[in-house]
């Protein structure tokens, strides 16, 4: 069974750090590009970063530039998000990706699994 799960969320001051990790299981995602979006209350879910395959290529939502980092350790099936300088708009529900191919986009369609999501709460 192929999962994706989110941890790391929690409740942070404004311009505070938090880093989500997202380990994968039931298959290996290192030749897939992985991402991570949010949801916040009332609003659609929006991309946030993307990363490719093997790490060399990343986007971000202009939102989050300068201050989210992703990365990911293929040697342990895991997607990271290094979040800094948090905003209380920054408050959502997190969630990880798997695309469908070696390079994502910013499309939440083009990406075939995704977790159950953790709670990030950025208050002011």
């Known amino acids: 069974q192929v999962q994706l799960v989110e941890s790391g969320g929690g409740l942070v001051q404004a311009g505070g750090s938090l880093r989500l990790s997202c380990a994968a299981s039931g298959r290996t995602f290192s030749d897939v590009a992985m991402g991570w979006f949010r949801q916040a209350p009332g609003k659609e879910r929006e991309f946030v970063a993307a990363i490719s395959w093997i790490g060399r290529s990343t986007d971000y939502a202009d939102s989050v530039k300068g201050r989210f980092a992703i990365s990911r350790d293929n040697a342990k099936n895991t997607l990271y998000l290094q979040m800094n300088s948090l905003k209380p708009e920054d408050t959502a529900v997190y969630y990880c990706?798997?695309?469908?191919?070696?390079?994502?986009?910013?499309?939440?369609?083009?990406?075939?699994?995704w977790g159950q999501g953790t709670q990030v709460t950025v208050s002011s």
């Open positions: 990706a798997a695309h469908r191919l070696y390079i994502g986009g910013q499309a939440e369609k083009e990406y075939d699994y």
